[in-house]
């Protein structure tokens, strides 16, 4: 754990005494060319593999959202012909047709957007503030603590698939958990938790919850553990109360670790999947652009054009949240 | 949270150290906080212990009376069923196989990266660095209708893949858990290996290091705590992973074990219990990471969320 520690400095510390690493690196000019071979390979191998099977899809997303395409055949680059039936239309250039069809005429888009949303909202407004009021009464120290980190940790250990087979028997409609204890477990009056599509989303959001707050408490305590004792200790002696000197002292300086939970938070709720496909496939009430994307690529259609405008709009959102982190976390090195 | 104001005066030893804030127990306020993190754990760990219970009584008993009843007898024969019925131990050994390749390539790839971008001056190593920990952070959507139509195309030599191209190969697997888990363990890597002092490489540089020394006998060492932390992370991750299997696999015998859980769902719709059971095996290996790991693996989560 020290070593983690010592990682997360806080702004306020000074930089640690090895002298700036980007001055004392040297050229490749001054290396030999053994060691310029070395370069090559250890720099070269994991780059063409990121580069191949991460960024090249990324800008082909990007690429293939203007195209009509059902996968067969090759991609050319005249432009679609309005009135000509698909079959004979297929891998032509589409302009913003499959964005506009997004937006207009596909009934699953904007119920998904709204998911999407509200999943975030939900994780912005319970998860997170959740996980770190634990952070922060585990952190104080009081008896027990480490005994509460480990059992709030425990689903975060569990792949999500998982976690939707074991809530499935805590909403189960006829003998589930919560059914039973509040009498509603007959056939007449039975609440269908997962299958009735104004209930599910909030019930698989509450799964979500439960497994994201105890990753941001894991993230937020590491947090914790490195601001320097010594802010506290001056606030106390200032005759701040733990509330003030919680607001007004330590949240400032956990700057840093707020954005990493902040793009955490975002980029979890952008992938959300794996629960809503083990619960139903992700249809019913469940849709998210997530499973839209998937679904025009694996199911029945292949449509790659349509699918790829999906991707493109969750690229979009998911840019802020991490040219934040990026800014964040290198603007110091670019000087 | 308590509010009441503290008396003013001077700060114990104890207090500096982060533990026994103070001499004057604030009772109402420690109360509370035991109140309620006892109740969140209990509702933590209820569901899963839910679902262990059900996993552990007969059929014919929870039918006739339900998931929340008194047990009648209490047997693992569910367990044993899930195991022989399907073919849970074939998933288990596809697992194996992505998950032990996936992690070794990862941390030998990324250590190498991170050396080169901490200790060589190659004119972009912050663009690089970049490139690579983006990379990590997209939704995996977002890469997955290029990658899909590239496993349909990519041909590769029989003894990799049954079926000939990198779709429904377990090496498919390994290569884009591989390439997406980089960005993480470079970013990491480097972070660490950046605090390693200056003064060492130039002693070895004065002894003659050449560069494969000074990666291979020098960092590499210096970084076990790291790779240890990463790894318990990485193995846990791509264990768990759900997504890609999903996508980048037919549903037949090549999945993992995790993303079969789905096709067990349907094998055994008519008894609840032995979904429970097989749930439950699922879950043993990353419950011994928990219980033997727990600290590596919250020191993996904590390095990653350290700044660069």
């Known amino acids: 754990m020290s070593s983690a520690v010592s990682q997360a400095r806080t702004p306020a510390a000074a930089p640690d005494g090895t002298g700036s690493p980007a001055r004392r690196r040297r050229g490749v000019r001054g290396l030999s060319a053994r060691d310029r071979v070395v370069v090559a390979l250890l720099l070269g191998i994991p780059l063409l593999l990121d580069l191949a099977f991460v960024w090249f899809p990324a800008i082909g997303t990007v690429l293939l959202s203007f195209t009509k395409w059902n996968g067969v055949g090759g991609l050319h680059t005249t432009t679609c012909k309005p009135n000509l039936p698909s079959i004979l239309n297929n891998g032509c250039v589409y302009g913003v047709q499959n964005y506009h069809q997004a937006a207009t005429i596909y009934p699953e888009f904007w119920p998904a957007v709204r998911h999407n949303l509200i999943w975030l909202a939900v994780f912005v407004l319970f998860a997170t503030p959740l996980g770190m009021l634990f952070a922060v009464l585990i952190d104080r120290g009081i008896r027990g603590s480490r005994m509460y980190q480990s059992m709030l940790f425990l689903p975060v250990m569990l792949s999500l698939a998982l976690i939707g087979i074991i809530w499935e028997f805590v909403y189960s409609q006829n003998f589930g958990l919560i059914n039973t204890v509040i009498g509603r477990d007959g056939n007449d009056n039975a609440i269908d938790w997962l299958g009735n599509p104004r209930l599910n989303l909030w019930a698989v959001l509450v799964e979500a919850t439960w497994r994201q707050s105890g990753y941001v408490m894991v993230l937020y305590l590491a947090g914790l553990k490195a601001v320097d004792p010594t802010l506290r200790e001056a606030a106390r002696v200032d005759g701040a109360n733990d509330w003030q000197t919680f607001w007004r002292v330590i949240f400032p300086v956990m700057r840093p670790i707020n954005i990493v939970i902040m793009v955490v938070t975002v980029i979890e709720s952008l992938r959300a999947f794996d629960l809503v496909y083990i619960t139903n496939k992700g249809v019913n009430g469940l849709e998210l652009l997530s499973v839209l994307v998937t679904s025009n690529i694996v199911g029945e259609t292949q449509r790659v054009g349509f699918g790829s405008a999906l991707g493109v709009v969750l690229l979009l959102i998911s840019l802020v949240p991490i040219s934040l982190f990026l800014h964040q976390t290198f603007r110091r090195e670019e000087s | ?308």
């Open chain 2, 1 to 308: 949270m308590s509010t009441d104001t503290l008396a003013r005066r001077p700060a114990s030893p104890a207090a500096a150290a982060g533990t026994d804030r103070g001499r004057r127990p604030r009772r109402w306020g420690q109360i509370t906080s035991q109140v309620f993190l006892i109740c969140a754990s209990v509702l933590w760990v209820l569901p899963i212990l839910f679902a262990l219970y059900v996993a552990v009584r007969p059929y014919s008993d929870t039918r006739t009376h339900g998931y929340v009843s008194l047990p009648h007898h209490l047997t693992f024969d569910n367990f044993r069923q899930a195991w022989t019925q399907s073919d849970l131990p074939r998933f288990f050994w596809n697992s194996v196989l992505i998950t032990v390749p996936a992690v070794v390539i990862v941390l030998a790839l990324a250590s190498g990266v991170a050396f080169v971008l901490t200790r060589v001056d190659v004119k972009v190593n912050v663009a690089l660095l970049i490139v690579f920990t983006a990379g990590n952070l997209l939704p995996q959507q977002v890469i997955i209708t290029p990658l899909f139509r590239m496993y349909l195309k990519i041909p590769l030599p029989s003894f990799l893949s049954g079926s000939g191209l990198m779709y429904n190969s377990l090496f498919g697997l390994v290569v884009i858990n591989v390439a997406f888990q980089l960005g993480f363990c470079v970013f990491v890597l480097s972070n660490y290996m950046k605090s390693i002092p200056g003064e060492m490489y130039e002693a070895a540089l004065v002894d003659g290091a050449g560069l494969w020394t000074r990666f291979w006998r020098l960092t590499l060492p210096l970084c076990r705590p790291a790779l240890a932390a990463l790894a318990t992370l990485l193995t846990t991750w791509i264990y768990n992973d759900f997504f890609w299997a999903v996508t980048l696999m037919s549903s037949g015998d090549k999945r993992p074990v995790t993303s079969a859980l789905a096709n067990l769902q349907g094998e055994f719709v008519s008894n609840q219990n032995l979904i429970a059971a097989a749930a439950m095996i699922v879950a043993v290996p990353t419950l011994v990471v928990y219980v033997l790991l727990q600290k590596q693996f919250i020191a993996g989560l904590s390095l990653g969320s350290g700044k660069g």
